[in-house]
């Protein structure tokens, strides 16, 4: 069994992993940290876990994180950084939900997150854990920076396109929806369920952070720059993303569906669902697949594709998870395997 | 046309009580203050209001609001009680949305709000402003208190039956239902979308504030106190309160349905349903009305009433208004007219 | 007072043609038929309009009809190119917020609708009811083909960019975003709360029917075919359509936010919000306002203009009723300048 | 591994039951039926069970259903009264979510429901499927009659107050609230998104099927006839029940708490909470779980019992599992011990 600790465990995809952790065959809980939480029952916070998980949260304590295999960061940006290189020192692997290591461009990530990046090196060294796409190197990473929900759910919609070739990547549009657990567990305004509720708006139109995450891991992909227009939308549900993608068909293209289905064949997350479907956002609520289907509307040069997934789930614990199975030769899906709770 | 003020509007009785009082053909909006957003065009907070409001917020200044004929104040508790008596005393009326002067028992007051009261001279003075109870004092009032949403809603639809003296009245059973508006426009983890957006709970079931104000409300109504279980409960939507009311017939009973028709005949605001109806909050919402229909179940001894109306409107800003119009002598139905948004 | 008549008023655009209706100034409520209704108290079946509208629903009848000045059609399509040729030779005025009179082209209609038109006359004659396209025309005009919801969400956005020519006309992409109420009042599995609650997903991605009234309306507007990929989504609310638009600069192009002001400078329905701005559904339940914000992310070469309007209002009765306002003579905002209900 | 049939998997709780058997250690699920579905694979009608069922529906058919161990009926009442006697004669064990063998008294059961019973026979046999009332029974029964969900949440918190004699049980009062999936998944006006979202209402007031089995389910626990006042209400929401149950202390009564806790002690699904607790239906999303908790508010002589469950899971399928699980000696937790989905 893996003993397993979790830094930050108060929010959403704290309190996601603890769910998909506590069923784990392989894992096993053995701290979980909040300042602000120590000494409260996780399952006090949380009473879903009642029964599940007989741990209280604790101050953070280096000691008792370096007796773990594994650690998993699911704090706000700028905390990981800090604690991470101490327990890798340690023999530790780290897992961390948050943005500290997403962007290679450091500069770029300061410009965005607006603080100066303390390790470097790190950044250099973290493997970047989308699964699909860098599965050979997370399974020898030490620092595994786990991306964010609307890059996992663009991202993935987009690799085929981009790695044929097919597409123009210079006038990508990207119009991505999230749920509002995508804003977090904090006390706001703008997410209060009379705000947020039976409204539909977008936000961060001049410029979200996970744009330059979207547009290096596109890269990464297709082996030249994207251009990327990106707008997310805050939808009034709790838990799910849907991106519809657009990109336009440079020259001759091939079949697209084929494309799609042969690029993840092997994938077990990743479900190309047959001509004509519509994924919605509830066939994936609670697991950990990404759902997608690919369209050209009448026929014209202008390729669609729709992608959804859990953005607590394949968009940050479950996907936690897959890297971790990855990283210590587990089965793939070993505790991830759950079915979505539909309706 | 009145002078109107407003202190603290930067709520949702706040942005609700504008709406009303922005198209009211007797008010003129004159002032509307928030130390917060001083400055602040009201629209720019609240962009429902663009071309229709074109005040911005200032400073709390007793200058400016002495130049009314009548402020609102929109504030928590503990506001109202420094600031009234100083209006008042410059021929200024007053109507207070919150809870500063509805208890008439002072210590309890200080009991349930946890602070001690700097104006029992005022309390002693203030109308409560139900007006199915009290209209005739309403009329000659300096000073209102506005009921709450829970006591507005429970004691519409227990009035006949108290009144009458029908049923028990050591024995009422009020089982409330609240949308997230209720909870109010300040930053909270409990009322975030996606915590309180697909659940339901109970709240303040050890005691909730609303508890002596609907005692109060019935004993002055049925000429004794009365024995009430109330639980207020969340709903995850915006506006609209539901009340399920349960009260034992206590030896011979009349007619129920001509009881609650006759009580409220004259009533422009309250709308007693058609035998076997079912009211729901939507039919309500935006509108300054009072729905309810009176059952009873398999012709037993039990009592059910079913009550609904809009917190926001008949639970605070429309009742609020409809005070003011009657203390001012206007229509009282003017401004508050407004059609249910349905759906 | 203008004598209205109402043909198919139990679907979602006949409540909100009632409701607005009612408390219309110069429009008095003549007759509202239904032919699986007549008999029913309008009240009885929208207990929202219980003390506004005394009327019952009754069968169709041309003699009652041909009494009104003006009869709106809210029927599903097929019905009013039956109907309405007889009311127009008796000197009634049709306004059809069906879809029987949009598309010019009646080979395509009869291509996307499924049925054979029986009045290529009448479609010849109807002028398309999209006030800041065609006023001067729908003054003059016996018969108004009010326009579908997405449709004025997507044209009202992309007309000032159409008209100026800066951006390529032939790549446009609008993504969508429409509450349930656009489904229609009628026993459906897909619009169960339990189905399209807490989900987000797609639909009509091989074709809507509202893409080649689209189509027509810019090409209208800017002298020249478009290239449009349109997707429509189901958003978990009722009420509110948001589009977000996309088009790439073509060339050079001026100040974005000057050529949106200066285009709806006079439209008192057409709110171009300050640079910066998000527009949002909630801002506009239940008014008869588009508000909109233009962007240009980055400084590149994507402009993105966000889209919302009220489905029910702007997007089918309130437009129907400001189309009656024009007709008439009367003041453009009769009746349909009520503040939308926040929250 | 146990054969399993469902009968009428078309509908909420036969996707629930599908999602459960499909990952439990010990069923395999051999056939599933639908009339109007049969040959279409059942992941395309319910999407998120891609790559985990691979069945299709089935036309119904007794031989096949005759080859497993055990059935389950997920359809309309006066559906299994007509089947499950073949099935069981050929010694298959039967589980009914439905309501044809849920009371024990026949021309009641024939007045709520409306039609003539064909099988009083079985009904006599049938085992009233609440294990923490009739374990013993169910382990030995052919024939399992599954609760109402209502009922469920209902008698459990009731069942320790009949038991003990404490509280008056002619003047029980249940409110209870239930989200829009208990009324299944098939198209009506009044579960809409449209209808029943941003709306809360009571419904069934003047009498509901749950009522006489609740009735007899408490007259069971208690050893004498109960007086109800039942009254459910819609949540607009997908899953979950919240009852809300008072009772008045009659005489001497102990410690609320303890009598909850040791009734329920060995219970592995039912959890009582900490005093002072409040069960929120997120809590138990998706798993077999009913939490409550007992309060006594002020200290007067009401006892208030919240009692939360999910409707599709303890209230339905997840009940109907555990049923199996003891009917067949299997570990009662098997294949239900998921953890519920928060948020």
Chains 1, 2, 3, 4 share one sequence.
């Not at 053995?30 to 399952?43: D, K, L, N, W």
């Not at 008792?64 to 890798?88: I, K, N, Q, W």
């Not at 796409?133 to 981009?162: D, K, M, Q, W, Y």
């Amino acid at each position: 069994m893996l003993k397993v600790g979790i830094v930050g465990g108060t929010g959403y995809t704290g309190v996601e992993l603890l769910r998909i952790l506590a069923a784990h065959p392989e894992a096993q809980l053995q701290v979980i940290t909040s300042r602000g939480e120590a000494g409260t029952p996780v399952a006090g916070l949380f009473p879903n876990l009642r029964g599940h998980v007989d741990l209280a949260f604790s101050e953070p304590n280096v000691e008792r994180l370096a007796e773990c295999d594994v650690v998993f960061f699911a704090t706000p940006h700028g905390v990981a950084m800090e604690s991470a290189g101490e327990l890798l020192g340690r023999g530790v692997r780290v897992i961390d939900l948050g943005a500290d290591f997403r962007l290679k461009d450091v500069p770029e990530w300061e410009r965005w997150y607006g603080l100066e990046h303390s390790r470097r090196d790190l950044v250099e060294e973290a493997v970047y854990g989308l699964p699909e796409l860098n599965r050979a190197a997370i399974r020898e990473a030490r620092l595994v920076a786990n991306p964010g929900c609307h890059v996992t759910t663009v991202s993935l919609g987009f690799l085929p396109l981009v790695q044929s070739g097919w597409v123009d990547r210079a006038s990508l549009v990207a119009d991505s929806k999230s749920g509002a657990s995508g804003a977090g567990r904090k006390a706001a305004v703008p997410t209060l369920l009379a705000e947020a509720g039976e409204s539909f708006k977008a936000y961060g139109v001049t410029g979200h952070r996970h744009l330059p995450e979207i547009r290096q891991t596109l890269a990464t992909a297709g082996g030249a720059e994207v251009g990327l227009t990106f707008i997310p939308h805050l939808v009034p549900m709790t838990r799910g993303i849907e991106a519809t993608l657009y990109a336009r068909i440079d020259g001759d293209a091939g079949d697209l569906q084929a494309l799609f289905e042969s690029t993840y064949a092997d994938e077990p997350f990743v479900d190309v669902m047959p001509p004509g479907s519509i994924p919605e956002t509830r066939n994936v609520r609670g697991a950990n697949t990404c759902q997608m289907a690919v369209h050209r509307p009448g026929g014209g040069d202008t390729v669609v594709v729709l992608s959804v997934l859990d953005n607590l789930v394949k968009g940050a614990a479950g996907q936690a998870v897959q890297n971790m199975n990855i990283m210590f030769g587990l089965e793939e899906t070993a505790g991830i395997d759950g079915i979505a709770l539909l309706p």
